[in-house]
């Protein structure tokens, strides 16, 4: 049967002209008007100077985002685009800094629903009592030390003529509010705001600081856990990590990775539902994201027995030499890339001495070769912040092939990968994978482990779960 009436509708009853005048009336004066400045404000602010700095005489307009669709009518919580709050402390959607020619500072923004209109109860997504409260235009300015305006006078404010630079992709209606620029100055644009943020100032060091312990203290969470997770599968690990993700931070950093038995030779495992067996390893890839929204990303190997066996602590050290190598390369002036090529070097030679390398470590290591990198396909590490892959759209030269700095916040993983199906290997290798993962700040002299609060050591590692385990 053919249905010609495909009027939908809403599971809301509609509104009475009598509700709608009842809604806009009663309500009290909740206006914060004794806000305190946000600690970051002053960071943000130096922030933004060094940015206009680099392009005075243009405009300078970074966008938040806005809410991505999960489902239908329902909305992925919503984070702002890293760029965005790191030169303004914000996070709420929809907003736009803009930075005029002349260094003067705007914060666009979708402010709180008032009640002299229906948005407050109407609107699911962005009305109040729907979604929450938002912070006033007066909140905001307090509060992040800027100069507000509705995001609905945008468009008006970029009618006056400037030489205008745009971080796009980020939302759709400024783009189109400036179309054609997609390439050229916006890209270079782009470009420098991640270059800006490869060097950590001191604020940012202590957010990660903070990350890292809370991801400290989740591990610990995991491995009091894992009797249950014998019993279910690592679903429950990934719910227990992210409980402490919650309680203390905001959310985790990146999808965990919860790699029992053969799912650790998978370098981004993130499905989460197989067994959890006795006898297996556990390779537990995970971050916090602090409520200010920098992220730490360790990895530590488990086994769920809570002992090595002989070939799992032979070849887990093998791992960690590798570690070791590639940290004793990590100081300011090194190339950036020297930390990756010091642990490949290790783990060619491991292989080799497993007897799976088809030819000599250092004909393997040659360029023209790698095949070495069977078994160890990714690289060794990659700057760490706001964001997991953090500063990932700075150019070559400022970063991949460029030199370490003091102040930068990076990662240090080399890892072996022995996949279930390969049959150039013995048989006892099959579904292992090792990665200790290590986050390091680089400093005047050196660097620091700034996850060093878990152990590193295949002793050390069997001690640790027998101390948080009992």
Not at 188 to 195: D, K, N, R, Y
Not at 307 to 334: H, I, K, M, T, V
Request: overall charge negative.
């Amino acid at each position: 049967m053919t249905r010609t009436d495909l009027r939908t509708g809403s599971h809301d009853l509609p509104v009475s002209s009598a509700l709608e005048e009842f809604m806009l009336t009663g309500w009290a004066d909740t206006e914060h008007r004794d806000l305190p400045v946000d600690e970051v404000a002053d960071w943000a602010a130096a922030r933004r100077a060094r940015l206009h700095r680099m392009f005075p005489g243009e405009r300078l307009l970074v966008p938040a985002g806005g809410y991505q669709r999960r489902a239908n009518d329902q909305n992925h919580r919503f984070r702002p685009h890293s760029a965005y709050a790191w030169l303004t402390g914000d996070q709420s959607s929809d907003g736009v800094l803009v930075i005029d020619p002349d260094g003067e500072v705007t914060l666009f923004l979708r402010p709180r629903s008032g009640r002299t209109d229906g948005e407050f109860f109407r609107d699911r997504v962005y009305g109040e009592l729907w979604a929450g409260r938002r912070p006033t235009l007066g909140e905001s300015s307090r509060r992040l030390g800027l100069p507000t305006r509705h995001v609905a006078e945008l468009a008006g404010a970029l009618a006056v003529a400037a030489p205008t630079r745009v971080l796009r992709g980020v939302d759709g209606h400024v783009d189109t509010l400036l179309p054609g620029r997609a390439g050229g100055v916006d890209a270079e644009f782009a470009s420098v705001l991640a270059e800006l943020r490869l060097v950590k100032d001191d604020w940012e060091i202590a957010q990660l600081e903070e990350a890292v312990a809370i991801t400290t203290r989740g591990f610990e969470d995991v491995v009091r856990a894992l009797p249950t997770a014998m019993r279910t599968s690592e679903r429950h690990l990934e719910g227990v990590f992210w409980q402490r993700a919650r309680l203390e931070g905001n959310d985790v950093g990146y999808h965990s990775i919860v790699a029992a038995g053969a799912h650790a030779a998978t370098l981004h495992w993130t499905d989460n539902d197989g067994p959890v067996r006795d006898g297996d390893l556990l390779l537990l890839d995970a971050g916090v994201e602090t409520r200010s929204l920098y992220t730490a990303d360790i990895t530590r190997v488990l086994p769920v027995s809570g002992r090595f066996s002989p070939l799992q602590r032979d070849l887990y050290e093998l791992c960690r030499r590798a570690n070791d190598a590639a940290l004793d390369c990590l100081r300011p002036g090194a190339e950036f890339r020297a930390f990756h090529r010091a642990a490949m070097t290790v783990l060619a030679h491991g292989l080799a001495d497993l007897g799976v390398l088809p030819c000599p470590p250092e004909q393997a290591l040659a360029e023209e070769s790698g095949l070495y990198r069977r078994w160890t396909l990714c690289g060794s590490g990659h700057m760490l912040g706001l964001d997991v892959h953090d500063c990932a759209a700075a150019r070559a030269d400022a970063y991949l092939d460029g030199r370490l700095a003091a102040g930068q916040v990076l990662t240090v993983e080399p890892g072996l990968y022995f996949q279930p199906d390969d049959e150039l290997i013995p048989g006892e290798l099959r579904g292992l994978g090792f990665r200790i993962e290590e986050d390091i700040l680089v400093t005047d002299d050196g660097y620091r482990v700034l996850s060093d609060g878990l152990p590193r050591r295949a002793d050390d590692i069997e001690a640790w779960m027998h101390r948080i385990g009992s």
